[in-house]
């Protein structure tokens, strides 16, 4: 994939952070083991093209001053009302460099449990892992389409097809499960009319 070309930025006023924005960039910084931290802008619809390909934990080239350098996406902020990104830290790697980072938990199917009364419990979304940057996966999923009532995922069964990552988690940690529909008390369902009817 091409670079991602970056500019550096000087002014850090509140309206010119506005102005870039405005003209489609995103401030960011970039950092690493033996780059000093800069500050920069990058064009926000490249940088989502290169997301969409790499992923969120990938690697990709940055292009600042004409010195191309693979980094990840670190951290970023987002508008708490219109999702936009608002800023982007990005981390200097080589592919061998390890990463502590989050990666989200994604539950996929339906469960042969949902289908018969149960309901999916999800306790962990995010597990925090550590890996070479060229093996963080984006993201875990799991398919809990053959989970019947009262089965469970714990962080020892995802491990098995992760073997180049370390969980920061113990293996009993319960991720997701399929349980059984609590059935309403006559007591709670009186409740529950009486709150309708305030």
């Given at each position: 994939m091409?670079?991602l070309?970056?500019?550096?930025?000087?002014?850090?006023?509140?309206?010119?952070?506005?102005?870039?924005?405005?003209d489609?960039?995103?401030p960011?910084?970039?950092?690493?083991?033996?780059?000093?931290?800069?500050?920069?802008?990058?064009?926000?619809?490249e940088?989502?093209?290169?997301?969409?390909?790499?992923?969120r934990?990938g690697?990709?080239?940055?292009?600042?001053n004409?010195?191309?350098?693979?980094v990840?996406?670190?951290?970023?902020?987002?508008d708490?009302?219109?999702?936009?990104?608002?800023?982007?830290?990005f981390?200097?790697?080589?592919?061998?460099?390890?990463?502590d980072?989050?990666?989200?938990?994604?539950?996929?199917?339906t469960?042969?449990?949902?289908?018969?009364?149960?309901?999916?419990?999800q306790?962990?979304h995010?597990?925090?892992?550590?890996?070479?940057?060229?093996?963080?996966?984006?993201?875990i999923?799991?398919?809990?389409?053959d989970?019947d009532?009262g089965?469970?995922?714990?962080?020892g069964?995802i491990k098995?097809d992760?073997?180049?990552?370390t969980?920061?988690h113990?293996?009993?940690?319960?991720?997701?499960?399929?349980?059984?529909?609590?059935?309403?008390?006559s007591?709670?369902?009186?409740?529950?009319?009486?709150?309708?009817?305030?």
């Open positions: 091409n670079a070309v970056a500019q550096e930025r000087n002014n850090f006023k509140r309206s010119a952070l506005k102005k870039l924005r405005n489609g960039e995103v960011a910084v970039v950092y690493g083991s033996d780059v000093k931290t800069k500050s920069i802008s990058i064009n926000k619809s940088l989502l093209k290169a997301l969409k390909v790499v992923g934990n690697i990709f080239p940055l292009n600042l004409g010195k191309v350098k693979n990840i996406l670190r951290d970023y902020q987002n708490s009302v219109t999702r936009e990104i608002l800023h982007v830290d981390l200097q790697v080589e592919k061998d460099t390890e990463i980072t989050k990666v989200s938990v994604i539950l996929t199917g469960s042969i449990g949902e289908k018969s009364g149960g309901t999916v419990k306790f962990i995010e597990l925090d892992v550590t890996a070479k940057a060229k093996d963080l996966p984006d993201e999923q799991i398919d809990i389409t989970f009532i089965r469970a995922v714990k962080v069964d098995k992760y073997s180049n990552c969980f920061k113990e293996d009993q940690e319960t991720v997701a499960m399929v349980d059984y529909v609590k059935a309403q008390t007591e709670e369902e009186e409740a529950e009319g009486e709150a309708v009817g305030v």
